[in-house]
C-alpha cells in the first residue's frame, strides 16, 4: 500500500501530559509538539515557547492603544535591597489569573538581581528604570523583559506592559535601614531571591536612626503605610540642609513631614520623626494604574 500522508510519531501519553503541565498550553498544541520532535520533551518545550512568543508579538501589534489601566504591583526583597514593579493589563481577570502574577513575579526578581549587580561603589539608595531599560533587562533563559511579555500576550490574549520598576539599597555604613509596605491584593509567588508580594499599592522608605523608641521595623512598616494612604509629593526637608525641616508653606499638606500622621492624627509626621530621632532618606510610591490618563492626554 503506497501512500503519500505524513507518517507522525505515536505521542507518549505520560509525556503529553507533563509538557501540558509545564507550559500550560493546550493539548492539542503540545501533543502537535510532541509529534514534530518525536517525543524530545525539551525541543517539544522549546518550539511552544518560541511559536507562542511569535504569536504575542503578532497579537501585541494588534492590541497596542488598547487602555491598561488593571494590572499589579511586584514587591521582591533580599539582602536588604527592594524591587518594586508595576505591570499593568487590560481587566482584572487577567490580574487575578496565576500565569499574570508568576510574570509580575519573575520580572521583579529580574529587577531586583539587576539592582544587585550594580557596582556596590556606586552610593545609590534610589534607581528608577523606567519603560526602556525594562523592555531591554535580560531575564532567564537569555529573554528579555519585552520577549517575555510578547510570550505571556500570546499566552493571555490581553495587552500587557511592564510599566516601571524602581531599586533601593540602603547604605549600612551610613546607619541607614530599609522599609517596605504593599497592600496585598494576591498570593505569595516564590522566586529565587524570596517572596514576591503583589498588590496594587506598595511603597519603600529608607531611614536613618540614631536611636530608637519604636523598632525599626514597626517605624518603618508605619512610615510606608503612610506614604501608600497620603501619597506625599516629597519629604519636605529644607533643601539647604536634609536634617532640617524647611520653613512652612502653604502646600505643606503634600510634604510628608507636615501632613498628619495616618496612625495617630494628634501628632505629625516631623514629631514621630524627632520622637524617635529619625530621618527619611529616601522613599518611593507607587499606585497601580496611577496617571495613565494623563499619560495618554500627553501622548
Known amino acids: 500500500l503506497h501512500t503519500?500522508?505524513?507518517?507522525?510519531?505515536?505521542?507518549?501519553?505520560?509525556?503529553?501530559?507533563?509538557?501540558?503541565?509545564?507550559?500550560?498550553?493546550?493539548?492539542?498544541?503540545?501533543?502537535?509538539?510532541?509529534?514534530?520532535?518525536?517525543?524530545?520533551?525539551?525541543?517539544?518545550?522549546?518550539?511552544?515557547?518560541?511559536?507562542?512568543?511569535?504569536?504575542?508579538?503578532?497579537?501585541?501589534?494588534?492590541?497596542?492603544?488598547?487602555?491598561?489601566?488593571?494590572?499589579?504591583?511586584?514587591?521582591?526583597?533580599?539582602?536588604?535591597?527592594?524591587?518594586?514593579?508595576?505591570?499593568?493589563?487590560?481587566?482584572?481577570?487577567?490580574?487575578?489569573n496565576l500565569k499574570f502574577q508568576s510574570f509580575v513575579a519573575a520580572v521583579s526578581d529580574g529587577v531586583l538581581q539587576h539592582g544587585k549587580s550594580v557596582s556596590s561603589n556606586k552610593v545609590v539608595s534610589f534607581s528608577l528604570y523606567f519603560l526602556w531599560d525594562l523592555f531591554q533587562l535580560v531575564m532567564i533563559n537569555e529573554k528579555t523583559v519585552s520577549d517575555l511579555t510578547a510570550l505571556e500576550v500570546g499566552n493571555l490574549g490581553e495587552n500587557i506592559l511592564v510599566r516601571r520598576g524602581v531599586v533601593m539599597r540602603p547604605d549600612k555604613q551610613l546607619g541607614q535601614y530599609l522599609s517596605y509596605y504593599i497592600h496585598t491584593t494576591g498570593p505569595k509567588i516564590q522566586q529565587s531571591s524570596g517572596h514576591c508580594l503583589l498588590g496594587k499599592y506598595g511603597a519603600l522608605v529608607i531611614l536613618f536612626m540614631e536611636k530608637k523608641i519604636l523598632t525599626k521595623e514597626e517605624l518603618g512598616r508605619q512610615l510606608c503605610q503612610h506614604i501608600v494612604g497620603m501619597n506625599p509629593k516629597c519629604i519636605g526637608y529644607d533643601t539647604s540642609n536634609s536634617t532640617n525641616p524647611k520653613i512652612p508653606e502653604p502646600d505643606d499638606e503634600v510634604r510628608m513631614i507636615y501632613q498628619e500622621y495616618m496612625l495617630d492624627t494628634n501628632y505629625k509626621v516631623i514629631d514621630v520623626l524627632d520622637h524617635n530621632n529619625v530621618t527619611i532618606v529616601d522613599y518611593v510610591r507607587i499606585e497601580c494604574g496611577e496617571d495613565i490618563e494623563k499619560e495618554k492626554e500627553v501622548d
Open 4 to 96: 503519500t500522508a505524513v507518517q507522525y510519531a505515536v505521542v507518549d501519553k505520560q509525556l503529553l501530559s507533563k509538557l501540558r503541565k509545564s507550559t500550560g498550553f493546550s493539548f492539542v498544541n503540545c501533543r502537535k509538539a510532541l509529534e514534530k520532535f518525536d517525543n524530545d520533551l525539551k525541543q517539544a518545550e522549546k518550539w511552544l515557547k518560541d511559536e507562542a512568543q511569535k504569536e504575542g508579538w503578532a497579537k501585541a501589534s494588534k492590541l497596542q492603544g488598547r487602555p491598561m489601566s488593571q494590572g499589579l504591583i511586584g514587591l521582591v526583597v533580599k539582602d536588604n535591597i527592594a524591587s518594586l514593579v508595576e505591570v499593568n493589563c487590560e481587566t482584572d481577570f487577567v490580574a487575578r
